[in-house]
């Protein structure tokens, strides 16, 4: 019965041939196992016929969550990752109750990952709302329509319409791939430029994503995007410092001692003039001219605002 409960927490729909199946028992003895866990009520629903099967309710009155050891360990170790990456509070609140609820022999093996684990630096990645990408999670796990307001990098904000396929995280971003309905197409969208999540309510059968994997999928898509502006600027401290903060998405050379090259490729010029701003370091820009603009108006507001809070 644990191993049925731990199964039907996992899948959001379970064949009934399936799951008996999984767990090695003949129809009758998982119908018994069924009603025994409506005796201890866990809201279980079953659909009958050739394609029938069973299904864990959602809902406030759901009784306490199974986890075996890795899951816990794990969900414990996400919400300390999770913690230094946009979710500080949130993500502590939950962290404090799941570490109240662990046995001491799993709380020794989170204690011994913390200690002999160090995170890399994060740099300039998106704050999300945790939400949001909730919202979205559910969706997909739940194969449910979903209905959002999209805002691209340089157009106006829209209100679409999809199927939620998977939530892809790739470099500092989190990305939806779904099956656009208004366009008739698959489409990525950035999870930090989507607002206003909401079910449909309206069930869809899974659509097969080319090559089907959707990592890959969106790998392929996002390397086709021409991105709008190729950055190179010389900035005055070394290369790795500069590449702790750029990470993945910049390169550095060495141009002498204490110098160096940025070398990026962009569709948005805030991006790199905030971390440029962020290292404590002169730099002079080499190219685009957009980037030498943006520069100097941020340094006007920059120097009006401190005249101000002076005066």
């Known amino acids: 019965m644990l191993r049925l409960l731990s199964l039907l927490q996992t899948h959001r729909y379970w064949p009934g041939t399936e799951l008996a199946d999984r767990l090695e028992v003949s129809p009758r003895t998982l119908r018994r196992d069924v009603d025994r866990l409506r005796e201890l009520g866990y ?20 009784p306490p969550l199974l986890l075996d050891d890795e899951e816990a360990v794990a969900i414990a170790v996400g919400l300390r990752t999770a913690a230094v990456v946009g979710y500080e509070e949130t993500s502590i609140r939950a962290l404090a109750k799941v570490i109240q609820l662990l046995p001491p022999r799993l709380r020794k093996r989170i ?11 994060q740099g300039p990645g998106p704050t999300l709302d945790a939400t949001t990408l909730t919202t979205l999670a559910l969706a997909c796990r739940a194969e449910e329509r979903l209905r959002f307001t999209y805002t691209p990098a340089i157009a106006p904000p829209t209100d679409r319409h999809a199927e939620p396929h998977r939530l892809v995280s790739l470099g500092r971003r989190w990305y939806l791939v779904a099956w656009d309905l208004d366009r008739g197409d698959w489409r990525s969208f950035r999870v930090d430029r989507l607002t206003a999540p909401v079910p449909t309510g309206a069930r869809f059968r899974p659509r097969e994503i080319p090559g089907g994997d959707p990592a890959a999928w969106l790998q392929d898509r996002l390397s086709g995007v021409s991105n709008r502006y190729d950055v190179s600027v010389l900035v005055q401290t070394d290369a790795e410092t500069v590449r702790r903060s750029f990470g993945q998405w910049a390169r550095a050379e060495e141009t002498g001692p204490g110098s160096c090259r940025l070398l990026m490729t962009v569709d948005d010029l805030r991006w790199p003039l905030m971390i440029l701003g962020s290292l404590g370091a002169g730099f002079v820009i080499e190219s685009p001219p957009e980037l030498h603009d943006h520069a100097r108006r941020a340094g006007e507001t920059l120097l009006r605002s401190a005249g101000a809070s002076t005066a």
């Open 43 to 62: 809201p279980v629903d079953a659909a009958r016929g050739v394609a029938g099967g069973y299904q864990l309710q959602a809902g406030a009155a759901m």
């Open 111 to 121: 204690d011994a990952l913390r200690v002999a684990t160090a995170p890399g630096a």
